[in-house]
């Protein structure tokens, strides 16, 4: 078990565990404290993020901000490859491409799942990361390109 599933493990029991861990992994890349995403749900392979909406991510209109969106498909894709990926490998981002479907008027939830990658095979995974409004509407979706390679032998 990885670091991250370890981590959750731990404080998954303590009151207030969630929220702390959904924190402590905002802070790998501080840049996502902005949204503050918060982890619903989190196992190899598969990850469910949610932010709430409110002033700090609105965009003119009111809604959400796009550049927010991205920020939690981001987070979710990043850190689902990081909980996912075999010890011996390793993952960068390269591309990114967005879909904004519909206004985001309310609060949100990103979805990844990857239980289709042969991991020990792979040299490049796309994070198809579906964003959904209150109501089960898709307002976003992103399909985010890493690669992968094994680390080099030390």
């Known amino acids: 078990m990885n670091r991250i599933l370890k981590l959750q493990e731990k404080l998954k029991g303590v009151p207030f565990g969630m929220r702390v861990f959904s ?3 905002a802070r790998f890349a501080p840049y996502f404290t902005t949204i503050r995403p918060q982890v619903l749900e989190l196992r190899p392979n ?13 965009n003119h209109l009111k809604t959400v901000h796009a ?7 981001e987070f979710t894709g990043g850190l689902l490859m990081e909980a996912s990926i075999p010890s011996h490998r390793r993952w960068i981002p390269v591309g990114m491409t967005v879909n904004y479907v519909k206004k985001a008027k309310t609060n949100l939830t990103a979805t990844c799942d990857l239980n289709h990658i042969d991991w020990d095979n792979c040299s490049e995974v796309i994070c198809n990361v579906s964003v959904r409004d209150t109501s089960d509407i898709e307002v976003m979706n992103a399909a985010i390109t890493m690669l992968v390679s094994d680390k080099p032998k030390k």
């Open 46 to 58: 598969f990850m469910k993020t949610s932010m709430k909406k409110r002033r700090a991510v609105h």
């Open 67 to 73: 550049i927010a969106m991205c920020n939690l498909c």
């Open 23 to 25: 924190g402590i992994l």
